[in-house]
């Protein structure tokens, strides 16, 4: 296989940058391949509110013209981004595409790390209750994030203080009103799927993922693959990039 025609897309999780990747797409750029993180339409206050829709549109707008343009593609999202990037591969996998009779690369495979195999009809609202203190009704379209040291402890602990402060501090806030729209498409029912879980995940304990992939076999899901990093955070990118690195390129081969 050539590195060159094989690209990854990353997508991050809510309040996170696409920054968090870096270290990731360093790796696999050093090895010959293409890899882009994308903040999210949702993240980082503006005048406008983004939807669900923007997130997913945001994402398969990048994914489609690496495929048009015959890159093989992985798309890779943690946390809420995995809810995003199962809703982007609507009409990417490779019988939708020959059946519009388009041409150029294939979505190889997506990866999700410290999320949830969602069901058609789920919302993340749903999903994430008792583990993501949300507010009851949503008034506000907008949540401020946890910067410093409660907020590196949640989603990278760890990480080594100094560094750890560094990736809190970058959060932004979030909005809040894709969380209450459904996931339309469970795109592993028909794209090979890795499920990535870490084993120091504070923020969405390592049980409810392992509960979570039970659950999505029992519905008859094929092609499924679950990795365990015994020693990742929720970001698993942070402080485990090189095991990252290693399942991006398993699932692109």
Known sequence: MSHSTTAFLFVPGAWCPSTYYSKVVSLLTAQGYTAFAFNLPSCGKKDTVPTFADDVTHIRSHATSLLDAGKDVVIVGNSYGGFVTLESCKGLAK?????????????KGIILIGSFLAEVGNTMKELTAGHVPLPPDLSDPWIEPVPGDAGYRFLCGSLPEEEGLKWG???????????????????????PTTMVIGGKDVAL?????????????????????????????????LNSPEEVA????EAAE
Do not use: W
């Open 95 to 107: 019988k939708d595409r020959e059946a519009d009779g388009k041409t150029g690369g294939t979505l």
């Open 246 to 249: 290693r399942v991006c390129v």
């Open 205 to 237: 304990p390592p049980d409810v993922q392992h509960e979570s992939f039970r659950k999505a076999e029992e519905r008859g899901a094929k092609g499924l693959r679950k990795v365990v990093i015994e020693g990742a955070d929720h970001c698993a990118m």
């Open 169 to 191: 501090n970058m959060v932004r806030a979030q909005c809040v009103a894709p969380f209450v729209e459904p996931l339309t498409y469970a795109a592993y029912e028909e794209v």
